[in-house]
């Protein structure tokens, strides 16, 4: 990543004139719209080799979830074999997927989490 700089305005770039927020009544000029995280959702699935007290423990350490309502996540993804366990912004979701999958990774288990909407983030 490339540090950033920080480059101060000068006296002679300053505007002469007040701003004025546009019709919309947002300061930046944006539709306050625009500014609102992208909502995805992160789907568990299920496989034969993942333990459910690792999921439990992702669920958990990775999502907020409590034990009870991890362990009723974990019973959506058994039945249906995948399961859609929260819908959140998509830069912490994809930041939890990819540490769920490290220490998936790091266990030998295939626990496998996807995001499904919001923007890619590479």
Known sequence: MTPVRYNPVM?????????????????????????????VKVWFHDDDKTPVDFVLYALEQYFGFDEPKARAAVERIRKQ??????????????????????????????????????????
């Open 81 to 122: 074999g995948k399961a859609v366990v929260i819908e959140m912004a998509a830069i912490p979701a994809e930041l939890a997927r990819r540490r769920i999958a490290e220490a998936a990774a790091d266990a030998g288990y295939p626990l496998r989490v996807e995001i499904e909407g919001g923007p890619q983030i590479v």
């Open 11 to 39: 006296a002679e770039e300053t505007p002469s004139e007040p701003f004025e927020p546009d019709e919309t009544g947002s300061e930046t000029g944006r539709d306050d719209s625009t500014m609102i995280a992208a909502k």
